[in-house]
């Protein structure tokens, strides 16, 4: 490995940890010639992966593309930057277990809905109006209503499975 500060050849690895999920090995090296430290990545090589996107175009798929996009729909909320790369990874994660080399921009939209519905709904309603396009206030408000719904749908869920597992405890245990 080349060094980035001397390009001296010659370096000694200092540690070695996995990253990604497994699916990387990170390693923080030393070089030889001048002792400046950096940082280098092992992946597994893969078949590129291609998106489709709506106009019909198919570009590869970028990581990069795909963390700003999130980022960005979820600024100034509290989302750690790691969070933000632990999406990306399931969403890469999740495309790779299709076994399609080619993917519609719209399942990667899906992938990260789903998991910014559950994280931070102004994220999640932000990245909606960019994803699905709003053209007014409208289909905004819409996402809006349908995530409030669904909100309170799933905590009556929660609240009904509380009420119904104290009916089966017998009065000793409900004191």
């Known amino acids: 490995m080349r060094c980035p500060r001397c390009d001296h050849v010659e370096d000694r690895v200092v540690d070695s940890r996995t990253s990604r999920a497994g699916r990387a090995i990170r390693r923080r090296r030393e070089c030889l010639g001048c002792g400046f430290r950096f940082t280098t990545y092992e992946h597994i090589e893969q078949e590129a992966l291609s998106i489709r996107k709506s106009t019909g175009a198919i570009e590869p798929f970028d990581r990069a593309k795909l963390l700003k996009s999130i980022g960005i729909a979820c ?62 206030t409208t289909e905004f408000m819409e996402e809006v209503r349908e995530l409030v719904n669904r909100a309170r749908y799933e905590a009556r869920g929660q609240q009904e499975m509380f009420e119904g597992s104290g009916e089966e405890m017998g009065e000793d245990e409900k004191a």
């Not at 399931?90 to 559950?118: H, K, N, P, W």
């Open 75 to 136: 600024a100034k909320r509290p989302v750690s930057l790691v969070r933000i790369e632990e999406m990306v990874d399931q969403v890469e994660e999740d495309l790779e277990s299709l076994d399609e080399r080619e993917v519609s921009s719209q399942q990667i939209g899906e992938l990260v809905m789903a998991q910014l519905r559950t994280l931070d709904q102004v994220a999640y309603v932000r990245f909606a109006s960019v994803y699905r396009n709003f053209q007014d």
